[in-house]
């Protein structure tokens, strides 16, 4: 079946650095992929997405290309802050559902 | 107001009991869902319900039960709990189960603690 896989985590960075999270995929035909976000004891919430190949989805700094050619949905921000500090997941939608990675942990540390 | 809210927000209770879990959405939503994310932060669709009527059962065991009286409420009833229900439990809605762009909203959780 259709499948998400991320870079394993923790991922910890200091204020300002540059930030990817490696996001690739499984799936027949062009799925939908998104990045949600799930803050400390908060439910996720959507944080950006793409319908098509070549799209480029953007949010309070965060931009992820879906790239057909590679299968991939990679996560950058140029200059991430404490306030960044989440668990992210990728995810693509298949047969009325979305499919979830297994989640990247990142800390921030000031 | 909330946009997805789920009581209660921890729950809990012994091995055998049986409990509910209940989401409301006030989106005006056709499609709520219900996720399990186990300790690892793995999340995965159980069930999922558009127009009260059920969509996706993810092979989930039948102790698990979701019941819709109406297109705003999802609830989820357990039956003889076990040590491995334990897990946070997520609601969730979208204005569309056919949309493949829709965008999925997601209540707070339910911390299920087995003992």
């Known amino acids: 079946g259709d499948s998400v896989t991320q870079m394993e985590g923790p991922v910890t960075l200091s204020e300002e650095a540059f930030l990817t999270i490696n996001c690739t995929y499984t799936?027949?035909?062009?799925?939908?992929l998104f990045w949600y976000v799930q803050y400390p004891g908060e439910g996720l919430q959507l944080l950006l997405k793409?319908?098509?190949?070549?799209d480029k989805g953007s949010n309070k700094g965060f931009e992820a290309t879906y790239r057909k050619e590679t299968t991939s949905f990679h996560l950058e921000k140029g200059s991430v802050q404490v306030s960044d500090s989440a668990v992210y997941f990728c995810?693509?939608?298949?047969?009325?559902?979305?499919?979830f990675g297994k989640g990247t942990k990142l800390t921030v540390n000031p | 107001d909330t946009a997805v809210s789920q009581t209660p927000k921890y729950l809990v209770t012994q091995m055998g009991n049986d409990k509910s879990i209940k989401c409301e959405q006030n989106?005006?939503?056709?499609?709520m869902y219900w996720y399990k994310q186990d300790s690892k932060k793995f999340l995965k669709i159980m069930f999922s319900?558009?127009?009260?009527?059920?969509?996706i059962n993810e092979t989930v065991p039948n102790r698990f039960s979701p019941k819709s009286p109406d297109k705003a409420h999802l609830n989820l009833h357990i039956n003889s709990l076990e040590l491995g229900d334990s897990a946070v439990y997520f609601c969730?809605?979208?204005?569309?189960?056919?949309?493949?762009?829709?965008?999925?909203?997601f209540g707070p959780g339910t911390r299920l603690t087995v003992l």
């Open positions: 989106l005006g939503h056709d499609t």
């Open positions: 799936a027949t035909g062009y799925p939908s």
């Open positions: 995810a693509l939608y298949s047969s009325e559902k979305l499919v």
């Open positions: 319900y558009n127009n009260k009527e059920l969509i």
């Open positions: 793409a319908t098509k190949a070549d």
């Open positions: 969730a809605s979208s204005q569309d189960s056919g949309g493949r762009t829709d965008t999925q909203y």
